[in-house]
């Protein structure tokens, strides 16, 4: 009975260590991703995973930031300008909402873009007057 009850208490311990957003393909003690649920921001370069998509975020040795999403196969499917890159000088997120719809916000130029997949083809929204409903969350960020 002392064993069971041993190894049971490792596996709760073991189990309740783990965090939703934890790093995947740690290589010589770098961090190469996150896995990410829905209803989070991105505000930094990094390599983030949800359910059937990944976001790569990109700074360069200039401070330019660049960003791309891609499909479960590493396809891309939208990928930032980078003419039109943006910086941690400027106000800017990535936003996931509770539907999987990846927010794209930039202050400095003024975007608010939507990207998400509908069924099998992924569609971006630029238009402000095509956009769906801004997530309170998103709007809260706007606003400070």
Known sequence: MGKITIILALFLIIGCNKSSNYTRNNKE????????????????PGIYYFRDISIAVKEFKDNTIVYGVFDY??????????????????????YVDNQGKIWL????????????????KSIFIKDKKMLPPIPVELSKFIKE
């Open 29 to 44: 003690g770098k961090n190469t991703g996150e896995f990410v649920k829905t209803n989070t921001f991105i505000n930094s």
């Open 73 to 94: 196969y590493n396809n891309l499917l939208y990928q930032r300008n980078i003419n039109a890159s943006i910086s941690n000088y400027m106000k800017w997120t990535i």
């Open 105 to 120: 916000y930039n202050a400095d130029y003024q975007e608010t873009n939507v990207f998400f997949i509908d069924g099998k």
